[in-house]
């Protein structure tokens, strides 16, 4: 299948409109959706480019080759005066005389030169209306570029969006994204912002929600990495920007050698090899809290199915061993049950699958600031945390009751307990 025939155009020599058809068919064939597609049309692209270079080099030579009739009454005279007359007439035609292709003075005016002659200084150029369409486009490119870091800007104001990929698309849908320059440039703005954000988004500055938004995810900075080529320049980022801040990017982007993507941005091309799967959690646009009541109902569940399955035998261990009466040996098999909840519940709302029985039947998740499982030093915390809130009793309650969902011991620890049915339900719904 010929290259034309993949980006949709006829055969051209414009670059311009190489890129642009390429721009389009950019669109339908993204790499993380389509890598094979991709492939072809990258191919097809930097193919239709060397046919469109090929074609204009062609024109330049048969434009700048040098006139002959000159060269060629010299060297007639060179000759005239070397070589014998006997060897000069068989190339004369009888009784007409040499006819040599000179121009003449009306061909001279009549005919212009197919190319001009370099302006000489104090001249005025004649390629003005090229440079007036240079600049016009150049200002086109500047205005797309204005626009584009201005729709960045507008989607870092929604900390609780900036995580879903399908929000930046938009970069890869710039004409321009392709031209090297502007790729560059925009790669770098973007970065810069990028950076600030995780930056501010971990020293925690500021107040409110600004306090507790989120960073910029893995999944968004791994598809901008291919799209402006930031792990393949990151000696020339580490010189413009503050290592702190190169490194608030480019340590989220460390990856084991066998994940990485060896395509360097979509402008350097190179061959496309399918990277292993990863799970990657499902994020959401909007979550809600669990509910204080909720929760209680869940905490009663998750203990009273450990005692079932834990405190009722430790209870018979005590009896047997210790002698005591079932009402003693009970009491003591209860508290067993509740240490054995707050370790067993540690491990469960750290695990891949962020619930505990009874909160998994309700419907909720342990997560952290960041939508993010928590991690286990987090997770021991968040338990200590919920035992030093435990000796306030209906002080703490009463407390509780004005926070939505969002409980002490939640926030001591920087976790959310999130309704995670409830928020994809309605995720879904708004989807539909």
Same mark, same amino acid.
């Given at each position: 299948? @010929?290259?034309?025939?993949?980006?949709?155009?006829?055969?051209?020599?414009?670059?311009?409109?190489?890129?642009?058809?390429?721009?389009?068919?950019?669109?339908?064939?993204?790499?993380?959706?389509?890598?094979?597609?991709?492939?072809?049309?990258?191919?097809?692209?930097?193919?239709?480019?060397?046919?469109?270079?090929?074609?204009? @080099?062609?024109?330049?030579?048969?434009?700048?080759?040098?006139?002959?009739?000159?060269?060629?009454?010299?060297?007639?005279?060179?000759?005239?005066?070397?070589?014998?007359? @006997?060897?000069?007439?068989?190339?004369?035609?009888?009784?007409?005389?040499?006819?040599?292709?000179?121009?003449?003075?009306?061909?001279?005016? @009549?005919?212009?030169?197919?190319?001009?002659?370099?302006?000489?200084?104090?001249?005025?150029?004649?390629?003005?209306?090229?440079?007036?369409?240079?600049?016009?486009?150049?200002?086109?490119?500047?205005?797309?570029?204005?626009?584009?870091?201005e729709q960045v800007e507008q989607t870092l104001q929604d900390p609780l969006r900036v995580h879903l990929e399908s929000r930046w698309h938009f970069l890869a849908e710039s004409p321009y994204m392709l031209e090297e320059e502007y790729n560059w440039n925009l790669g770098i703005a973007v970065f810069e912002r990028f950076a600030r954000f995780n930056q501010a988004a971990l020293e925690g500055k500021g107040k409110g929600r600004e306090k507790n938004r989120t960073v910029i995810t893995d999944n968004v900075l791994a598809w901008c990495d291919q799209l402006f080529g930031w792990s393949g320049s990151a000696e020339s980022y580490y010189e413009r920007f503050d290592e702190t801040l190169a490194d608030s990017i480019f340590d989220r982007l460390q990856t084991d050698a066998g994940d990485r993507d060896p395509t360097s941005a979509i402008r350097g091309g190179g061959k496309l090899v399918r990277q292993k799967a990863r799970v990657v959690q499902e994020r959401l646009e909007h979550y809600f809290f669990g509910g204080l009541l909720g929760r209680a109902l869940a905490v009663i569940l998750d203990i009273g199915l450990i005692h079932l399955l834990i405190g009722v035998l430790a209870t018979a261990v005590i009896m047997k061993v210790t002698g005591q009466t079932e009402s003693d040996a009970t009491f003591f098999g209860v508290l067993f049950s509740g240490g054995a909840y707050l370790l067993l519940s540690w491990l469960a709302e750290c695990s891949q699958w962020q619930t505990t029985p009874g909160k998994w039947l309700l419907g909720y998740r342990v997560m952290d600031r960041n939508f993010q499982r928590v991690g286990y030093l987090r997770g021991l915390w968040r338990t200590l945390s919920f035992l030093l809130t435990v000796p306030t009793l209906k002080v703490g309650w009463f407390i509780n009751c004005f926070l939505g969902g969002n409980l002490l011991h939640d926030r001591m620890s920087r976790t959310y307990v999130v309704n995670y049915r409830k928020s994809r339900e309605e995720y879904l719904r708004r989807q539909a």
């Open positions: 299948m @010929s290259p034309w025939a993949i980006l949709g155009i006829e055969p051209c020599d414009d670059p311009r409109a190489i890129k642009r058809a390429y721009a389009v068919q950019l669109k339908q064939n993204r790499p993380d959706e389509k890598p094979e597609a991709f492939q072809q049309l990258h191919s097809a692209y930097k193919h239709a480019l060397k046919l469109a270079e090929a074609g204009a @080099s062609r024109r330049e030579v048969r434009a700048e080759k040098p006139v002959e009739p000159l060269l060629d009454v010299t060297t007639a005279e060179t000759t005239d005066a070397t070589v014998p007359d @006997s060897e000069m007439r068989p190339s004369v035609v009888a009784d007409e005389p040499p006819v040599l292709p000179v121009r003449s003075e009306t061909d001279t005016l @009549s005919a212009p030169e197919p190319e001009a002659p370099a302006p000489v200084v104090g001249e005025v150029a004649v390629a003005a209306p090229d440079d007036g369409d240079e600049d016009a486009a150049r200002q086109l490119r500047i205005d797309g570029y204005h626009r584009v870091l």
